[in-house]
């Protein structure tokens, strides 16, 4: 339950979801971005959609996590698992709604075969890196290069 009393309900991401999840990251970093997740939606909704969850409260997106499984990345030649974006919203946050999200998340990539899942975090944000450590993530061998252009 929520603090409006409101049960949460995590389920697989459907296309009709781009709305809420625009307005979700609007509300989380200040900017309407529509044609941003509705390409990113649409590119993972194409490559494993069983891997894209939403938490929905009385109708309204409240979370949303993004990812798939895929091998040669990086060298990596095993199914691994992806979590490649989240949000939650933060009327919501504290509840368990990340958690339960991940949770059906990493089901879906057990049963796709993945023996391993990888993310990345920008150190800068500090509380999804702790969110990521609760869930039982630890650092990883492979750093992060990046060149400005």
Known sequence: MTETGTE?????????DIGGI????????????????????????RRDPEALVVAEAGGKVVGFMLGEVRSGEFGLEEPTGWVEVLGVDPGFRGQAVGRRMAEQMLDHFRQSGATTVRTLVD????EIGEFFTRLGFEPAPIRSFVMEL
Do not use: A
């Open 123 to 126: 150190e800068t944000m500090g």
């Open 22 to 45: 625009t307005s979700l990251d609007e509300q989380l970093g200040g900017q309407y971005r529509p044609e941003v997740w509705e390409r990113r939606i649409g590119y993972y909704l």
């Open 8 to 16: 949460v309900q995590i389920r697989m991401l459907e296309d009709t």
